[in-house]
């Protein structure tokens, strides 16, 4: 059974930082991952996708790579900006339905 | 104006009350799937559909049911049965299931509150 593992809980970093979110699976069968963010109280919006194939991708400041073989990825988030605090979800998907495993997440806070 | 809308946002259900959840997209997504977050937690899927008239079982699919009627649409309803159903619920459609380049969009979520 897939697990997707998102450590620490919680971040809380200085404004203008670089940080490094990171994530691990334990089946490396996947399709994709993919990263999401959440606000509180709000649905999912898609961040990112890497396909199994796929090392990186970028989309602005933002930058996720995959290591398929270990079981992780990285979320990169350069520069970062207090309109970045929210949640940041993990997930994979591991068959042909596109059901998504998720990781409970990492809590990100950047103060002014 | 392209989306998945649920409703209502906030939802309180007095205990022994099966309560129904809406869920609409216009996206001409094939594939649905209702989830459950609970706090400090990851998302649970319930169910999924991948074509209309066809669904099945998630994760945590006891004391939860759904139908497909329409593509558009995939209700979930919460039932007596489910012993602790207070938790966000999100509604995702996909287009392309079963491929790499496939991802979900999600709804805005209901908040269900057991009183």
């Known amino acids: 059974k897939q697990e997707v593992t998102q450590i620490p809980a919680a971040l809380s970093v200085p404004e203008g930082e670089n940080l490094v979110l990171n994530c691990s699976f334990t089946?490396?069968?996947?399709?994709?991952l993919q990263w999401f963010r959440q606000d509180p109280g709000k649905g999912l919006t898609s961040l990112l996708l890497?396909?199994?194939?796929?090392r990186e991708q970028t989309s602005g400041r933002l930058n996720a790579s995959l290591d398929k073989s270990s079981g992780r990825s990285t979320l990169y988030i350069a520069a970062s900006q207090p309109g970045d605090s929210a949640t940041y979800l993990c997930a994979v998907t591991t068959g042909a339905n596109s059901k998504l495993t998720f990781g409970k997440g990492i809590t990100l806070s950047v103060r002014p | 104006d392209g989306g998945i809308t649920q409703s209502p946002k906030y939802l309180f259900r007095k205990e022994g009350q099966n309560v129904t959840l809406s869920c609409e997209q216009n996206l001409n997504h094939d594939a649905m799937y209702w989830y459950r977050q609970d706090p400090g937690q990851g998302l649970r899927l319930i169910y999924y559909s991948q074509i209309v008239n066809d669904f099945q079982k998630g994760d945590i699919a006891e004391g939860y049911s759904v139908s497909r009627e329409k593509k558009e649409s995939f209700p979930l309803t919460v039932t007596s049965a489910q012993k602790n159903p207070t938790a966000f619920y999100l509604c995702?459609?996909?287009?392309?299931?079963?491929?790499?380049?496939?991802?979900?969009?999600f709804g805005p979520g209901t908040r269900l509150t057991v009183l």
């Open positions: 995702a459609s996909s287009p392309l299931p079963g491929t790499v380049t496939d991802t979900q969009y």
């Open positions: 890497i396909q199994s194939s796929q």
């Open positions: 089946d490396s069968a996947i399709y994709n």
